[in-house]
C-alpha cells in the first residue's frame, strides 16, 4: 500500500511540475511578438537564447505555435519591415519549416506573393534559403 501511494504522489509531482515548466515557457515567450514588431535584433537573440537554455527548445519547436495578431514571427516581420528580426528568424528556420504552410494553408512564399511583399528584403533572404 506504502509503494503505491509514492508511486502516486510521485506521478501527480512530475504532471505538476511538467504544467509549470509549460506556463513558464508562455510567460517567457509573452512578449516576443512585441520584439519582432520593434526589429529589436539583439533582445529577440537574446531571448530565443534563453529559451533554448532554459526549456531545450528552438525556435522550431515553438514557433508554430506562436500568433502575433494572426500572423506568424515572420510574417510580422514582413508587415512591419522589421528587417533585422525577420533575417534573423528566417536564418534560424530550418528549410523544410520555411516550405511548409503555416496555420492558414499558405507557405511563406505564397503569402507573399498574395500581399504584394515581394520588395520586402526579409522576402528576398526567404527565397535564398529555398
Known amino acids: 500500500?506504502?509503494?503505491?501511494?509514492k508511486t502516486s504522489l510521485?506521478?501527480?509531482a512530475t504532471l505538476g511540475v511538467s504544467g509549470v515548466a509549460q506556463a513558464d515557457v508562455n510567460e517567457a515567450l509573452a512578449n516576443i511578438c512585441t520584439i519582432v514588431q520593434a526589429d529589436d535584433k539583439g533582445e529577440l537573440r537574446k531571448k530565443m537564447r534563453s529559451v533554448e537554455s532554459d526549456y531545450r527548445m528552438k525556435l522550431k519547436d515553438y514557433y508554430s505555435?506562436?500568433?502575433c495578431g494572426g500572423n506568424s514571427l515572420i510574417r510580422t516581420a514582413l508587415l512591419n519591415n522589421a528587417l533585422e528580426a525577420g533575417e534573423l528568424l528566417v536564418k534560424k528556420m530550418p528549410k523544410s519549416d520555411l516550405e511548409a504552410p503555416?496555420?492558414?494553408g499558405k507557405t511563406l512564399?505564397?503569402?507573399v506573393a498574395e500581399n504584394g511583399l515581394q520588395d520586402n528584403p526579409i522576402a528576398a533572404v526567404?527565397?535564398?534559403r529555398l
Open 1 to 5: 500500500m506504502l509503494k503505491i501511494v
Open 10 to 12: 510521485v506521478i501527480a
Open 65 to 67: 505555435a506562436i500568433s
Open 102 to 104: 503555416e496555420a492558414d
Open 109 to 111: 512564399q505564397a503569402w
Open 126 to 128: 526567404i527565397n535564398d
